[in-house]
């Protein structure tokens, strides 16, 4: 029955990413919608490195060893919390006055028109258009396949480009495992659901900030740019690197309101599934723990409860990060060339050629839409009073990852793919990672203020 074994293969997942949210935010106030999307990605990214674990361990990978462990503590706990809802059922707020709102706003109805149609198209092209692109071809299915066929991962160092991280390969191994046999289209199910996820994700967040109307604008600005929604519907990596990047500088943004030590941790777990992506995941950790330390350092609060919450977050990241790169080391697994450091003073001649090649791609690579270009206006009319702190934080990360692209281009062997006459694909996946970041920009800047603020989601 492969619908069946194909929604076994999401479920699992899913129910350790909703498990996981509810220890870390165990009350009611965490919107259904919010936690059905953050459960996505956070338990597939977490599955994922479970499923390393048990390979690293000479586990044989089949369905029993790998989901049976997740279901028996998860299924449990999620009786008790269905116990306890029905004891605790969650009140909505009530019209006193029973007044209904029959007012059309004819601008939201048409972005979620506009966003359905693009969910589809994704979807679509996803489950029939089979594996075809080269990377996914060369090593992301292949990895996948050899790790299916085999039922380990012993075989991962003489596979092509070992050091890249296999996160992707081993989420679309689950799947196979699951419907037994390797399916060209069912095993690429895991982009779309990522692409509806992260845009549920993004509105929600928005609507911490904004109203309806411009958290919808936002996602639709966001669905508007041609490569985010290439990747949404092909089986590379970066969509998913893109997910948790910025998906793990919005949970910060949350916690600079909340103060809640479960953001960090949620933070923490989601960059730590981002480094198990890509290698580029490992380079944008410093970022995070950047826009952590710029926070606790500007509470007023005592040094050990500051060092207390920066170890919530770099603990699960740190981990991850560690194991894996453990891993690595007793298989001799090395980073390519082209990742090597190369630290020299005439490589700072290729920051105008680096420079040059990003203003390219911004304006003239049909890409992006006109979002960068509304980006640049958006911080021309910025009133720096409304929203400072949002606004600031999103600036501050979008220029973070700047500075380690541009590091990445100068000092490593990669300027050929970032500056070089190679540039376009490169450079352009590289910054679709925090593409999505300019959107938010673009909402908290220029929505106006909303009259009344709402609670948070989490």
Request: aromatic share 16%.
């Amino acid at each position: 029955m492969t619908p069946i074994s194909l929604l076994i293969s999401l479920v699992t997942p899913y129910t350790l990413g909703y498990v996981v949210l509810t220890l870390l935010f165990p009350t009611n106030t965490l919107k259904q919608p919010l936690r059905l999307s953050l459960a996505y990605g956070l338990g597939l990214g977490l599955f994922s490195f479970w499923i390393f674990l048990l390979g690293a361990s000479d586990v044989p990978l089949n369905p029993t060893n790998i989901g049976l462990p997740v279901l028996i503590l998860a299924v449990p706990f999620l009786i008790f919390q269905l116990k306890k809802a029905k004891l605790n059922p969650i009140k909505f707020p009530q019209n006193p006055h029973n007044i209904q709102d029959t007012t059309i706003d004819w601008l939201s109805l048409l972005s979620k028109i506009y966003l359905l149609w693009i969910v589809f198209y994704v979807f679509l092209f996803a489950l029939n258009i089979p594996i075809v692109h080269w990377d996914s071809v060369a090593t992301i299915a292949y990895k996948g396949k050899i790790f299916y066929y085999e039922k380990s991962i012993r075989s991962l160092p003489h596979t092509p480009h070992t050091a890249y991280p296999i996160g992707i390969p081993l989420m679309q191994t689950w799947i196979a495992l699951n419907l037994n046999q390797w399916h060209e289209q069912w095993t690429k199910i895991i982009f779309p659901f990522a692409f509806l996820s992260f845009l549920l994700i993004e509105c929600q967040f928005l609507r911490q900030f904004v109203g309806r109307r411009w958290s919808l604008l936002g996602c639709v600005l966001t669905a508007s740019s041609n490569l985010f929604v290439l990747h949404g519907n092909i089986e590379y990596r970066d969509f998913f690197m893109l997910y948790y990047t910025c998906v793990t500088v919005m949970v910060l943004i949350l916690w600079q309101q909340e103060k809640k030590p479960s953001y960090l941790i949620l933070a923490g777990l989601l960059a730590g599934c981002g480094s198990f992506i890509k290698v580029e995941g490992t380079l944008y950790a410093p970022i995070f723990l950047a826009i952590v330390i710029y926070l606790l350092k500007a509470q007023p609060r005592p040094l050990r409860e500051k060092s207390r919450d920066f170890f919530y977050f770099l603990t699960p990241i740190g981990m991850m990060v560690a194991i894996y790169s453990i891993y690595r080391f007793v298989h001799s697994i090395q980073f390519e060339k082209k990742a090597q450091l190369e630290l020299s003073l005439s490589s700072l001649e290729r920051v105008p050629l680096i420079v040059k090649q990003i203003f390219l791609n911004m304006f003239f690579s049909a890409n992006w839409n006109l979002a960068w270009l509304i980006f640049f206006f958006s911080l021309l009319a910025w009133d720096k009073r409304k929203r400072a702190a949002e606004v600031k934080l999103t600036l501050g990360a979008i220029i973070l990852f700047w500075v380690v692209l541009i590091f990445l281009g100068t000092f490593t062997a990669s300027f050929d793919y970032i500056g070089g006459e190679n540039a376009t694909d490169g450079l352009s996946r590289l910054m679709l990672h925090f593409f999505p970041l300019t959107c938010l920009a673009i909402i908290l800047i220029n929505a106006p203020e909303k009259s009344k603020p709402r609670p948070s989601p989490i």
